[in-house]
């Protein structure tokens, strides 16, 4: 990189002529940064579409950095009083609010572009979260957590917690009754935790809800410790994925020690300034032609007014539902003068920390499960590991019903139903529909992989019928390819765990058995139902029957031609 | 003034007098009292008609004299704001039971539903329909609205009047159509599930407010397209299916390019 010359000698290696060259070159005397610089320019990546969704991650965490910038010019965190004397919005003239909310409005109305900013802003925060989750459904389905990638995802569920945290932080600062309303359920959730919840509320408000302490704590979580703390996570979210190489999707020619791909430079470089110049370009648009959180239709915060719609951000509603969902009569205790409210605690507390629980144990779960302790670095097709497609679908529905429960009262206006109804259908399907999406993800899986095991033994139907001087009728099948071949034999079906037995040698019941039966119990779950790939013994049988023996060159060849047979369906 | 001095102590003056009393507290009262039922320029023959179209359109349910009957109301002091709120919206005549009878293209054109208003006003009295002046949007204060609004109107109507769902299939209807008068009818008369504000809940300047703060919504938002003004849930669907719909095609373009 740092000679940018031509076609010279190798024992001369010449002066650059170009400004770009001598710069390179100054720069390069003085860091040896050539060396780093050939080191990436050359490093290699796998090509597929759905590797760019973390950039788009990546690249609106940069719009929300650089929007974000901006409107700290501009937004003055404090709760103190103020009347504002602004004409637009003319619902807002002469209102009592605190300087939070009169700045925000003040940076939308007067501030030359700081209402695109804040859209751009606000837009670009859900689009983080949006596709932060949809990598995460990337990296879940094709097995990409699997060693040596555990530790970055966990670093990408913390990336994710964190992007909840900034999202959260952010959409309280305005000051607003939306706002308000969703700090003060925080505030609820906080209090019911056992013992510590009133005493934790306290501290994090300054005292009884809402205070004056909390928009300026806020801000500073909001715009320092937690983009602080996501910045440094990226670098090492991104470190490690250079450091263990990007995984690649099965295919002729990849295997666990290989990369098969392009060099970063140009064609990576080159994607991802598109891919950066793309996610810009939307979020502007977006910023530029959609409203978002308009604070001046809810009015600066006031403690007692609640309106209809209430509900949080895309990434909270899942919280939201499981409020809306649990009953509330009698499941609030009080125990010695204690209240337990279970039923904010419940739904509050403990489902979310069950959701993401799982996330954070499965990659262990499925490697002990598996009994696997080797390095992957070509991805599973998610039809090749059925229960755990199953269990991340399972995991969806959950998601996706709460959310939904979440949004009952908009579903209900806009289909004409009735919100009880809604509510008791979401709280049977909150238990029902993650096992039968389980369940079905999981026999399509079954499916696909026999549908697999046929086209490897039997070939494309090619639709075409021959009859023979005897009389007999057969289809034509054409083989696969060596490409479509290898995709649908290179995977692994693992058997369920096997353990050794109950007693040794000598009867003595052996120690730790009970713990590995369950091991097991769990394995089989996972691998019990399986469909094994085709073994070339098999391809072999399946051609060999009938009177056609084996698969010789002159008939492969007739076959390509369109004008042989190959095999036959019985 | 001697003359009138002189007959005090006529023995007609205490009756006199209490006649004046009288007078001058009926005379004040009448001033100073909440007018509901102004009569205006109603003709017997409008309520005339006003009776022959209810008993044609509406006895069948609210009785023969609009007494109301098993589980249907009676219509005896609902006022003329009542019925011109329900006939002029469509919502009365009913056309089938539900959660609640909904809004449809009125059955009745102006001068009909004027007539039955006037019927059902000469019943008993009752609210009067709101003057143009009262419903005028320009003389309210959009600000005073909008704090009355959210105190009042926004836990069922959302915070700027863009409908929300209330129990069992019942819902506050979105506000982004409804006429002015109608505003100020349904405010005056509670009609369904709304409750009544009435005149001393909040005054008819005050109404007047909530008006204007109504129609001030309708110009649309600063920001641009207001996905239905709905809040965060639909922001969240447009964000996946415009944001990242555009996104994920963007990067599947991308990712056919180079190889």
Known sequence: ?570 | MKALAARRHHRLAPVVLLLLALLTTGGVYAALAPSTAKAETVSTADIETGKKLFQANCATCHGANAEGTDGVPSLVGVGAAAVDFQVSTGRMPMQMNGPQAEAKPPQFDAEQTAALAAYVASLGAGPAIPTDEQVDPTQGDPSNGMALFRTNCAMCHNAVGAGGALSEGKFAPALWETSERNIYQAMLTGPQSMPVFNDANITPDEKRDIVSFLVEQREGSAGGNALGALGPVSEGLWAFVIGLGLLIGAAVWIGAKSS
């Open chain 1, 1 to 570: 990189m740092s000679t940018a010359t031509h076609d010279t000698k190798r024992e001369a290696p010449a002066k650059p002529t170009t400004t770009v060259g001598k710069a390179a070159d100054y720069l390069d005397q003085r860091t040896s940064i050539g060396v780093a610089v050939k080191e990436f320019a050359r490093k290699v990546f796998p090509d597929h579409w759905s590797f760019m969704l973390g950039e788009i991650a990546l690249f609106s965490f940069v719009v929300l950095i650089i929007s974000g910038f901006f409107l700290t010019m501009f937004f003055e965190p404090s709760m103190a009083l103020t009347t504002y004397e602004g004409e637009h919005p003319a619902t807002m003239h002469g209102q009592l609010m605190s300087v939070a909310f009169a700045s925000t409005l003040d940076m939308s109305f007067e501030v030359r572009g700081g209402l695109l900013m804040r859209q751009i802003h606000h837009w670009s925060a859900l689009i983080f979260m949006a596709s932060i989750v949809v990598h995460m459904m990337r990296v879940f389905f094709t097995g990409a957590f699997r060693k040596p990638r555990e530790i970055n995802w966990i670093v990408g569920i913390l990336l994710m917690i964190l992007g909840l945290a900034a999202g959260f932080t952010g959409y309280s600062l305005p000051d607003d009754v939306l706002s308000g309303n969703g700090l003060r359920i925080t505030d609820g959730v906080v209090k019911s935790i056992p013992l510590i919840g009133s005493f934790m509320s306290y501290m994090i408000f300054g005292g009884e809800f809402p205070g004056h302490h909390i928009v300026p704590r806020l801000f500073t979580l909001h715009i320092f410790v937690v983009p602080g703390i996501l910045l440094a996570l990226i670098a090492l979210h991104l470190f490690l994925m250079v450091l263990q190489k990007h995984t690649q999707y099965p295919g002729g020619g990849r295997t666990d020690k290989n990369v098969v791909g392009y060099p970063a430079l140009p064609v990576y470089v080159a994607k991802m300034t598109g891919n950066f110049f793309m996610v810009f370009g939307v979020l502007a648009l977006m910023g530029a032609t959609m409203s978002i959180n308009n604070v001046w239709n809810y009015g600066p915060f006031d403690p007692s007014p609640v309106s209809a719609g209430a509900q949080p951000d895309w990434y909270m509603l899942f919280l939201e539902g499981s409020l809306r969902l649990m009953p509330g009569q009698g499941t609030e205790w009080v125990i010695f003068g204690y209240t337990l409210p279970l039923n904010v605690l419940i739904p509050a507390v403990v489902i979310p920390g069950i959701l993401f629980t799982f996330l954070i144990v499965y990659p262990f779960l499925e490697a002990r499960v598996t009994g696997d302790d080797r390095e992957h670095h070509v991805l599973d097709r998610p039809r090749n590991k059925p229960a755990r497609t199953g269990l991340g679908v399972a995991f969806l529905t959950a998601f996706i019903i709460l959310a939904l429960a979440g949004s009952n009262d908009l579903i209900a206006t806009h289909f004409a139903l009735s919100i009880n109804a809604i509510t008791w259908v979401f709280r049977v399907l909150f238990f029902v529909g993650p096992v039968f999406a389980y369940w079905v993800t999981k026999r399509i899986c079954l499916g696909l992989q026999r549908k697999d095991r046929e086209l490897v033994l039997h070939g494309h139907e090619s639709g075409r019928i021959v009859r023979f001087a005897n009389g007999e009728y057969i289809e034509v099948h054409t083989p696969l390819d060596d490409q479509e071949r290898w995709l649908r034999v290179n995977f692994e079906a693992p058997a369920p765990l096997a353990i050794a037995p109950k007693t040794d040698a000598r009867g003595v019941k052996r120690k730790g058995y009970g713990a590995d039966k369950r091991w097991q119990g769990l394995s089989r779950f996972f691998y019990e139902d399986r469909v094994s790939p085709v073994t070339p013994a098999e391809v072999a049988a399946a051609h060999s029957h009938g009177e056609h023996d084996e698969l010789s060159g002159s008939e492969r060849q007739a076959v390509e031609a369109g004008a042989g047979t190959t095999s036959r369906e019985h």
